[in-house]
Nanobody
């Protein structure tokens, strides 16, 4: 069993920045691909970014160049640094664990085994 918890959401004006944190823990924890997804009202869940155990990163085209993803040395915590935010980034952001070793299927929600409850990010115009 792996428990995933996100933190760091909030409200910012357009052009602002936020850093989200995600920690995975539990007796079944293993170092694996961890990803971030987001879901806006009335829309399907969208892949945002992922990081493999080796530190290889992946980004959706909508956030590339604005978001970065890093991980702590323990591999249990990952950070999503979001800059130059726009109202289109408003969504609930979810962290996911268990996406395999290489993040080959990082953008598919079904590739992950454990999810957090989500943290709200609101960007005002």
């Amino acid at each position: 069993q792996v428990h995933v918890a996100e933190s760091g959401g909030g409200s910012v004006p357009a052009g602002g920045s936020l850093r989200l944190s995600c920690t995975a823990s539990g007796p079944d924890f293993e170092s694996t691909c961890m990803g971030w997804f987001r879901q806006a009202p009335g829309k399907s869940r969208e892949a945002v970014a992922a990081i493999s155990t080796g530190g290889i990163t992946e980004f959706s085209s909508s956030v590339k160049g604005r978001f970065s993803i890093t991980q702590a040395n323990t591999k249990q915590t990952v950070f999503l640094q979001m800059t130059n935010l726009t109202p289109e980034d408003t969504a609930v952001y979810f962290c996911a664990h268990g996406g395999g070793y290489s993040c080959a299927y990082w953008s598919f929600p079904g590739a992950y085994k454990a999810w957090g409850q989500g943290t709200q990010v609101t960007v005002s115009s």
